[in-house]
T-cell receptor
Framework: EAGVVQSPRYKIIEKKQPVAFWCNPI?????LYWYRQNLGQGPELLIR????????DSQLPKDRFSAERLKGVDSTLKIQPAELGDSAVYLC??????????????FGPGTRLTVL | AQSVTQLGSHVSVSEGALVLLRCNYSSSVPPYLFWYVQYPNQGLQLLLKYTSAATLVKGINGFEAEFKKSETSFHLTKPSAHMRDAAEYFCAVSETHKLIFGTGTRLQVFP
């Protein structure tokens, strides 16, 4: 069974440029998460989807970040414009059930963003 | 709000030695606790999780963790370290469907 797929794996951009990350969760998984992991830190949740609905986006900086999960499958996270402080690894995760606190989250390999 | 604290950002052991990675939690409700491992340039992989069943939880790769309510701890152990165990380890607590991670402990294993 294929795991969570993310692309690109690495991205280097100039500040003020836009950037987009793509995630394809494990087939059949209803819940999708985007996390940001700063250097030397643990991941922090940006947004959680249950099917097509963003049920928790309280930590998403909405002035420059946006996300979508059309048809409840794959998802795109966008930053426009990027700032130096956005340099981090962006991780996508998925879990089978919706609304299950103990359900295992499966993580993709992440996209490492460097903003120059 | 729930949180976890990982004591020691770096732990070094010799191959074959006991591995002990410390995690303490803060929670006003019975917590659900997780240990994840992250190898270089890879995503996080679940090692084990505590969901209020048995207090001693066995995971993959020979790791286990014991939930101790009296000490608010969920330390990760492995009797004998292997070189392949070198990685970053994260403790996490589940809060309203999201994971709250600690800052991680980097495990180095020397031959």
């Amino acid at each position: 069974e294929a795991g969570v797929v993310q692309s690109p794996r690495y991205k280097i951009i100039e500040k003020k440029q836009p950037v987009a990350f793509w995630c394809n969760p494990i087939s059949g998984h209803n819940t999708l998460y985007w996390y940001r992991q700063n250097l030397g830190q643990g991941p922090e949740l940006l947004i959680r989807y249950e099917n097509e609905e963003a049920v928790d986006d309280s930590q998403l900086p909405k002035d420059r970040f946006s996300a979508e999960r059309l048809k409840g499958v794959d998802s795109t996270l966008k930053i426009q414009p990027a700032e130096l402080g956005d340099s981090a690894v962006y991780l996508c995760a998925s879990s089978l059930l919706a609304g299950a606190t103990t359900d295992t989250q499966y993580f993709g390999p992440g996209t490492r963003l460097t903003v120059l | 709000a729930q949180s976890v604290t990982q004591l020691g950002s770096h732990v070094s052991v010799s191959e074959g030695a006991l591995v002990l990675l410390r995690c303490n939690y803060s929670s006003s409700v019975p917590p659900y606790l997780f240990w994840y491992v992250q190898y270089p340039n890879q995503g996080l992989q679940l090692l084990l999780k505590y969901t209020s069943a048995a207090t001693l939880v066995k995971g993959i790769n020979g790791f286990e963790a014991e939930f101790k309510k009296s000490e608010t701890s969920f330390h990760l152990t492995k009797p004998s370290a292997h070189m392949r165990d070198a990685a970053e380890y994260f403790c996490a607590v589940s809060e309203t469907h999201k994971l709250i991670f600690g800052t991680g402990t980097r495990l180095q294993v020397f031959p």
